[in-house]
């Protein structure tokens, strides 16, 4: 145990402008943990992630959960870009899917139920009619297998075997998540899977972002490119019609980068904001860049890498101010702002849509990386 602690001290060094000193501050670029509690009668620990920049990442092996994201803006002050709690307490209030994994399915199954093969398999809806990211007790309330195979690096492996029939999904499906935090402050996450029956998969991390660090000052003011001429509308519900709809003219026209709260008022539904599937323009699953946020205030950016064809992006709509984030301010609408990368929302009822089915001997493999800069 004591290896997890020992983690080689690489020196970075930041420069304090102030009192006409120099600093040199110490950092253990690596990984770290700590006991975090118990769930299902499992420990639970909380991961510490350091690279050789000295930006922190920490993630538990609950949920696959990251909880927080320490990084500094344009003037060198340190603040978690993400929101999160320093509880697993807190996460056991069942927040909505903060900074978690999310599985067997991320995103909406309408009507919580599928057809395949023979048969029709049947979903907890747990969203009005439909199912959502999982079900009752999806991936992101589970607790996974973590190992570090090398203390000195910034990475996690996190292993889960979800059982034939759990959430009423087909096949024992197995899943690896591996988290690597990049020295040049890449956030990758890279997922694997293999079933031994026919089966819908779709895995995503769930991060809200606030760039600004603090959730006092809404993302209304955030700038987001996004990489797609189009987006797959949906009912009051938001099941996607089926339809691949041009942004043009609309205002899911973020082929150029425009501020977010410039045309939320007009994005059709209830609360206000945008929770939509952009249909990325990528023709390939290889690794692209696809999406840009951007914060002037703080100078801080954060580019999207995915392998996925889909991106949605939500507004934080339905944050209402039960929780408190770790900067000690409530979470509000509006407050935060997730980039799920996925396949399209209820796939498996979309004969048009990528499709999602896992076969047995074939190899879910994705790759997605958030990339933070600072100007
Ligand atoms: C996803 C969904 C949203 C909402 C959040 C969690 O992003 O698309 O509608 O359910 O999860 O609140």
């Known amino acids: ?5 020992n983690a080689a001290l690489v020196i970075s060094t930041v420069a304090f402008a102030s009192c006409n000193q120099t600093q040199t501050e110490t950092s253990a670029a690596g990984t770290s943990k700590k006991d975090w509690g118990e769930v299902d009668g499992k420990q639970v620990y909380l991961y510490t992630l350091t690279n050789k920049a000295g930006d922190v990442v920490t993630i538990s092996n609950y949920g ?3 909880t927080s994201w320490a990084s500094p803006d344009k003037s060198g ?3 978690s870009i993400i929101i999160g709690f320093d509880s697993l307490s807190t996460y056991l209030q069942q927040p909505p899917y903060f900074g978690a994994l999310i599985g067997r399915y991320g ?3 309408g009507k919580a139920e599928f057809k395949l093969g023979d048969s029709v398999y049947h979903l907890a809806a747990n969203n009005g009619p439909n199912s959502l990211h999982g079900g009752l ?3 992101d309330k589970v607790v996974w297998d973590a190992t570090v195979a090398d203390s000195t690096q910034s990475s996690l492996t996190l292993k889960y075997v979800s059982k034939d029939g759990e959430e009423g999904y087909p096949g024992n499906l197995d899943v690896t998540v591996v988290y690597t935090l990049t020295d040049d402050n890449g956030l990758k996450i890279e997922y694997t899977a293999t079933t031994d029956k026919a089966t819908p998969v779709n895995l995503t991390n769930h991060t809200y972002f606030n760039l600004t660090g603090s959730v006092a000052n809404t993302i209304l003011d955030h700038s987001i490119q996004i990489d797609a001429d189009k987006y797959t509308p949906v009912d009051p519900t938001l099941i996607p019609s089926g339809e691949l709809k041009d942004v043009k003219g609309t205002p899911f026209d973020f082929t150029t980068a425009k501020k977010i709260g410039q045309d939320i008022a007009s994005v059709p539904g209830e609360p206000v904001g945008y929770d939509h599937n952009f249909v990325l323009n990528k023709k390939d699953a290889s690794l692209q860049k696809v999406a840009t946020l951007t914060d002037s205030v703080s100078g801080r950016q954060l580019e999207v890498y995915t392998t996925e ?9 339905f944050l209402d101010g039960k929780f408190t984030n770790h900067d000690g ?13 996925q396949h399209f929302p209820d796939s498996p009822n979309q004969p048009g849509f990528p499709s999602t089915i896992l076969q047995p001997g074939q190899t879910y493999h994705t790759v997605t990386e958030y990339k933070l800069s600072v100007k």
Request: charge should be positive; aromatic fraction near 12%.
């Open 1 to 5: 145990m004591a290896k997890w602690f």
């Open 64 to 66: 696959g959960i990251v």
């Open 77 to 79: 002050n340190k603040s």
């Open 107 to 109: 995103n909406r199954i």
């Open 137 to 139: 007790k999806g991936f």
């Open 309 to 317: 064809p889909g991106l949605q992006f939500y507004t934080g709509n």
């Open 329 to 341: 301010n409530p979470l509000l609408i509006h407050t935060a702002l997730c980039m799920e990368t």
